[in-house]
């Protein structure tokens, strides 16, 4: 396909002046989003996918936050291995000086400090003067610089920040040593043009601004981050900040996948280029998904499940001729492999161990032995597994593979003639509990025989449920959210017995729950008081 041939030709007569560099904030703005909070264990599940998507910095947290963050960024640093890992620090010493703390074990570290420079931040968040702003940008770079020589600096909210004064900033922040320059779009307000016109008049007005990368961080308010980030890129622009499936604050950040995607199949119009590997995409797409519970909507460019499906009979008939017709990229690009029908009862250990591969997972023996047998399981009850019924698998196993407390059956009275009720047994710690409960339909008789045994003040926040493949025999894919003094946790269950899928959800999260406690509370761990 001219796509490919076209990909092929420009790694040729890349320039690394066009090169741009994939800023990914998946697990700092990403987290940010209201529910989207992640435990230690999937950020480190997530930094893993992003370090083997190659892409170039990730910023990890913002230590200063919360003992979570800091450690986070600490664990982070230690496992990435390609990446440049980077935490976030406001303009004081303390933040710098903690941030430049987590990050001490990784092999390239950035500290990004930020501050505010718009007039309606500067008077009423920060209280401060403009030249109370200007000292502590010149303090805060300066600051950080006595720790690393990679020193990113931020003006929040830029595009609503008077332009003479956005120049100044961003003069006094190369003089004292910032490496790169961030423009962020941090209400999602500004246009493409008017970006363009933002990062021009900067290369044009401050001085040595051509010995800096330049960056952007655009929010989705306008639906518009994508294109604004592009925007820049055109106009001179060299890093782009961006999260896995847009997660981010509010409307969300730029989407990842869609902007090396636009640079990949435009590179006819635009040369710029990055050096992700695409395949991962959506793979990645997926564990952010599922982590989260933000489920990625179906027509959601490059990941969305309908992103290359083709329905009416016009669109298919092209198809079948030349699939140029009504694909503009390869779904196997962005690694979504189409052929998915696999397995089924007969299927052997090495075939299946192929298969896993094939979809991206390095496991150990044991996990591979305990898929497996997921895996047969599965098969006995389900005519056709497909590749997303073994990745939801696995990424389950590879999730509960530490549990404290584990379901062991479920038996559940439904239907019109009430009371439902619920026998549950769980194992808690290597000991079998058993428990009975009644409730408002067999899901909350259910949560109700679960809490009988591990009593929560837990709040549920999320309840939902989603079909791994089609068909009445899917898996249920269950994820639920709980909420407890101000943390939240989400967790997730399959099975193709949606209730037994909804209660795995919910010990999922209450084992997330205890993990949180142990981390704020070490010495307090003999009890299971979830
Ligand atoms: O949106 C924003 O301005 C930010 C900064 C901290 C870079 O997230
Ligand atoms: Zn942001």
Redesign the pocket.
Same mark, same amino acid.
């Given at each position: 396909m001219t796509r490919n041939i076209s990909e092929e030709n420009t790694q040729e007569i890349r320039d690394s002046s066009d090169r741009v560099l994939i800023f990914d904030?998946t697990l700092?703005?990403g987290e940010?989003s209201p529910g989207a909070s992640m435990s230690l264990e999937e950020k480190l599940q997530i930094a893993e996918t992003l370090d083997a998507m190659s892409v170039d910095v990730i910023e990890a947290g913002f230590p200063i936050a919360s003992n979570g963050d800091f450690e986070a960024v600490q664990e982070v640093s230690k496992l990435v291995k390609k990446a440049t890992v980077c935490g976030?620090s406001r303009a004081g010493a303390k933040d710098i000086d903690r941030a430049a703390e987590a990050l001490k074990p990784a092999e390239n570290m950035r500290i +990004?400090t930020?501050i505010s420079t718009s007039p309606v931040h500067m008077k009423h968040k920060l209280q401060m003067e403009p030249e109370a702003v200007l000292e502590a940008v010149a303090f805060s770079v300066d600051h950080a610089r006595g720790y690393t020589d990679d020193v990113e600096w931020?003006a929040?909210?830029?595009t609503r920040t008077d332009r003479d004064f956005l120049c100044q900033c961003v003069e006094v922040a190369i003089k004292a040593g910032a490496t790169t320059i961030?423009i962020?779009?941090?209400?999602g307000y500004t246009l493409p043009q008017e970006y363009i016109e933002i990062i021009t008049m900067l290369k044009d007005r401050v001085p040595n601004i051509d010995q800096v990368v330049l960056s952007t961080?655009c +929010?989705n308010d306008l639906g518009l981050a994508v294109a604004n980030s592009l925007a820049g890129i055109q106009a001179g622009v060299r890093q782009v900040?961006c999260t896995i499936n847009g997660l981010?604050?509010r409307a969300g950040?730029a989407a990842l996948e869609e902007i090396v995607m636009a640079l990949n199949v435009r590179s006819d119009l635009m040369p710029q280029w990055t050096q992700i590997e695409t395949t991962h995409l959506a793979r990645a797409s997926k564990l952010v998904s599922n982590v989260t519970a933000f489920p990625v909507q179906y027509n959601k460019a490059i990941v969305g499940k309908n992103a290359f499906a083709h329905e009416s009979g016009i669109h298919q008939d092209g198809m079948l001729k030349n699939n140029q017709t009504y694909e503009i990229m390869l779904p196997e690009t962005v690694g979504i492999n189409k052929s998915s029908l696999v397995m089924g009862k007969h299927s052997g250990r090495h075939a299946f161990r192929e298969k896993i591969t094939a979809l991206g997972y390095s496991l150990s023996d044991n996990q591979i032995q305990d898929a497996f047998q997921r895996f047969k399981d599965l098969a006995d009850r389900k005519k056709h597994v497909f590749d997303d019924d073994i990745v939801a698998l696995i990424d389950d196993e590879v999730a509960h593979s530490n549990d404290r407390i584990k379901v062991m059956s479920l038996q559940v009275v439904a239907g019109t003639k009430g009371p439902q009720k619920a026998e549950l047994e769980l194992e808690i710690d290597g000991e079998i509990q058993r428990a009975e409960s009644t409730g408002d339909g067999p899901v909350d008789a259910t949560f109700n025989a679960i809490k009988e045994l591990i009593p929560a003040k837990a709040r549920l926040h999320l309840y939902q449920v989603h079909a791994v493949t089609q068909g009445t025999d899917a898996q249920a894919e269950v994820s639920v959210r709980l909420e407890e003094d101000g943390k939240t946790v989400t967790g997730r269950g399959i099975d193709t017995d949606t209730l037994v899928a909804s209660a795995k959800a919910y010990v999922s999260a209450l084992n997330k729950l205890s993990v949180k406690r142990l981390r704020q509370a070490p010495d307090d761990i003999a009890a299971l008081q979830i």
């Open positions: 904030t700092r703005d940010q976030l +990004h930020f931020s929040e909210d830029a961030n962020p779009d941090t209400v961080h +929010h900040e981010g604050e950040n």
